[in-house]
Each structure stands twice: as C-alpha cells, then as structure tokens.
T-cell receptor
Framework: DTAVSQTPKYLVTQMGNDKSIKCEQNLGHDTMYWYKQDSKKFLKIMFSYNNKELIINETVPNRFSPKSPDKAHLNLHINSLELGDSAVYFC?????????????FGSGTQLSVL | GEDVEQSLFLSVREGDSSVINCTYTDSSSTYLYWYKQEPGAGLQLLTYIFSNMDMKQDQRLTVLLNKKDKHLSLRIADTQTGDSAIYFCAESSPGSNYQLIWGAGTKLIIKP
C-alpha cells in the first residue's frame, strides 16, 4: 500500500537509448511532480502536473517528456539519453491544503547512462 | 530568484543535540518545511511551520523561526544513529505560487 510508487528503482542504459520511468500515487492527490537529484544531492524540480495539466515546466531539455494519463499517474519519458542525465529521479505528489504544499515522495529511480 | 541556504554537513555525537540551520531570502515566505532523506530513499516531510509562528515542537524535534533574520533551525534532541540522513529545508510563498524552493540539504553525521 505504498503511497507514491515509481518503477524501475534502478535503470542502467546506454547513451542514445530511450527510456521511461513510471509513477503512480494512491493518495488521491491532484498534483504530481518530477524532481531530479544529482550526485551532490541537489534537488531540482523538472515538471509539475495538476489534474493532468502541466503547470510547471522548468528549463529541461525537450528530450524529457512527461505524460499524465490520469491524475494518479505521471510518467517520464526520456529520449536520446546522455551521460549528464545520470541522476536519481523522484516522483512526488501533493494536495494543497490552504497555502501549504506537503509533498509525498517516491523512493526514487537511479538512472545510470553509460 | 529566491534562495534557501544550508550548510552541507553537520557532525554530532550520539546522544547530543543536533541543530541544523537554514537561511532564506524570500521575506514573503508563508510556510517553511523540513524534509528528511535517508540513504537510498525518497524525502519525507518531518515538520513544517507557518510564518506567523516562531516555534514548533514535536517530540524530539524543535523548529525555531526568526522571521526578522530569515533564519530557520531544526533541533533534534538526543540524536540517535537513526537520525543519520540528509535534511532539506524548503520554503513556499505567494511569489513562487506556493511551489517549494529547496535548500541543498545538510548531511547529518552521527559519531558514536
């Protein structure tokens, strides 16, 4: 009964390949996010969807394409993978309560591009 | 843009108190948060404080907010080995449409 689950946990692939990471939340939240955490643990937001609509799209290469088939799912597809894409990718969800945003995170997908 | 800063490392002895500090620049910050990331795991919300409060206590955790100095701290009493983690400070405000602005995280190292 994991609240935010993402798969796979580990992804090792060659440069130039295309890969996807899936995320599902069973909390009934309206908003979902993708974050990238680099090797120095810096956390950077990539995308945010609210009720299947894109609301945040930070400066991310267009090789990254999020897709939200419904508000419980937000998948991340990456084309033409590059070495610099190696990082841990976290999915998260939240339900705004007033002005506070409490995020619930998945356990991360460690992507290694060789 | 707005910024949140934290020291990257803090080392304390088991049983001592840990104090993790955070400074932020956004004077209109509404909520300030502390998240904990254990090795190999996602972040978990530890606690948060509304900007009109100056202190919040929850068992071993005490959050202090100095709004004038834009300084937030997290005190962990009687630090245990299970407290080893990276602690992220974050803030949200109307100016950022309540999206979180994150610090770089402080790695808490516990010495026996």
């Amino acid at each position: 009964d994991t609240a935010v689950s993402q798969t796979p946990k580990y992804l090792v692939t060659q440069m130039g390949n295309d890969k996807s990471i899936k995320c599902e939340q069973n909390l009934g939240h309206d908003t979902m996010y993708w974050y990238k955490q680099d090797s120095k643990k810096f956390l950077k937001i990539m995308f945010s969807y609210n009720n299947k609509e894109l609301i945040i799209n930070e400066t991310v290469p267009n090789r990254f394409s999020p897709k939200s088939p419904d508000k419980a799912h937000l998948n991340l597809h990456i084309n033409s993978l590059e070495l610099g894409d190696s990082a841990v990718y976290f999915c998260a969800s939240s339900q705004a309560q007033g002005d506070s945003e409490k995020l619930f995170f998945g356990s991360g997908t460690q992507l290694s591009v060789l | 843009g707005e910024d949140v800063e934290q020291s990257l490392f803090l080392s304390v002895r088991e049983g001592d108190s840990s104090v993790i500090n955070c400074t932020y620049t956004d004077s209109s910050s509404t909520y300030l948060y502390w998240y904990k990331q254990e090795p190999g795991a996602g972040l978990q919300l530890l606690t948060y404080i509304f900007s009109n409060m100056d202190m919040k206590q929850d068992q071993r955790l005490t959050v202090l907010l100095n709004k004038k100095d834009k300084h937030l701290s997290l005190r962990i009493a009687d630090t245990q080995t299970g407290d080893s983690a990276i602690y992220f400070c974050a803030e949200s405000s109307p100016g950022s449409n309540y999206q979180l602005i994150w610090g770089a995280g402080t790695k808490l190292i516990i010495k026996p």
